[in-house]
């Protein structure tokens, strides 16, 4: 049987999709698949790790200059050479398909051309967060027709939890749908004794955008620093608020102490995740993201390393209603951030107790135990 994922984003790029898409295509290599990738080409400079025994095609596409593929001038670059790809490609048994709606439209209409089932990964209602970038009702409209379409069309939706499905329920989206939730790629996230940061160290590891509200921990950082001067805020990764939370930093004059950086490998944000104080998440409270799920929580607490996470969603009763103390939610107030910081670094979580919170996370949410529930899914769909 052959799969073909169609997704704009794969590894070596780094995102949370890449991690969880290579390691569904690993999944069904390992139970016997033919499985073939059709993706970007990545950024500048990214060195190619690619999975053996899985075929990985990659087109050029339009990128940003954070070379992020973002956009829907960006999104057509893909899209549109995607339906060729998949319409002159060897016929398969299943497309899996990777959001914006614009790739699951397309993925829809050759779905159909061809008599090949489809799933959709719906992580997230990209239509709301539209709102976010654009307040025009023709956009948003048309949007929310092409999402909906595209993800009705589907034999199932992997989505990242039932409050997201409930949502689709109430906009008449009817497609059977399964609550994967979220989980971190275990073979690159883990804990081995690493030694505690000194001085106190913040990481923030992912895209930096409107729907996050990042910005929020530049200015918590000024009460962080009063109370110990060479505590550090390191960002890792890209996003279109880079150059404002820059800008506000060096206004508040605490630029020596905040950094942003480039995505970098899993492995090498792992070992940095394991020495910090504790990792910062965000996502900023509006409507879009109160089914949005902040999925680095996962990485960090695998790599050992308490998270402080602030915003709305479905991140808050996780942190809220865990088992073992991973972290803590807090209201989305630079006051009530600068608190949670500070309570972290006042008392660092020790070597053994984060080696106990690495083993009990990756015990409950790993992304092979995701893969193995996405291809016994698809085997029935493909043997119906």
Known sequence: ?????????????????????????????????????????????????????????????????????????????????????????????????????TTVAVVRVIAWLRRTPYVVRAADYWSEAAELVTSNRFVLGTLRRI??????????????????????RELGITTPAVPIGFGADTAHFRYSGQEPADPPLFIYAGTHSEWHGAGIFVDAMRAVVNRHARARLEYYGNGEDRDDMQARAAELGIADSVAFHPPIPPAELATILARATCSVASLAPVAANEYALATKVYSSLAAGCPVVFTGVGPTIEFLDHATYPAGVAVTYEPSAVAEAMIAAMDAPLAPPDRAELARWSSERFSLAAIATQVVDESLAIIRA
């Open 1 to 101: 049987m052959r799969v073909v994922i169609a997704t704009r984003i794969f590894g070596p790029e780094v995102s949370a999709a890449s991690g969880i898409l290579r390691t569904w295509a690993e999944e069904f290599r390992d139970r016997g698949f033919e499985v073939a990738v059709l993706t970007a080409r990545p950024p500048r400079g990214a060195v190619i790790d690619d999975p053996p025994g899985i075929d990985i095609r990659r087109a050029p596409v339009k990128r940003d200059r954070q070379q992020y593929v973002r956009g829907y001038v960006s999104y057509m670059s893909f899209d549109i050479p995607l339906a060729f790809r998949l319409l002159f490609s060897r016929r398969a048994d299943l497309y899996i398909v990777e959001p914006p709606p």
């Open 147 to 168: 999402e909906a379409w595209g993800l009705q069309g589907a034999k199932r939706l992997f989505a990242a939890h039932d409050p997201l499905i409930a949502r689709f």
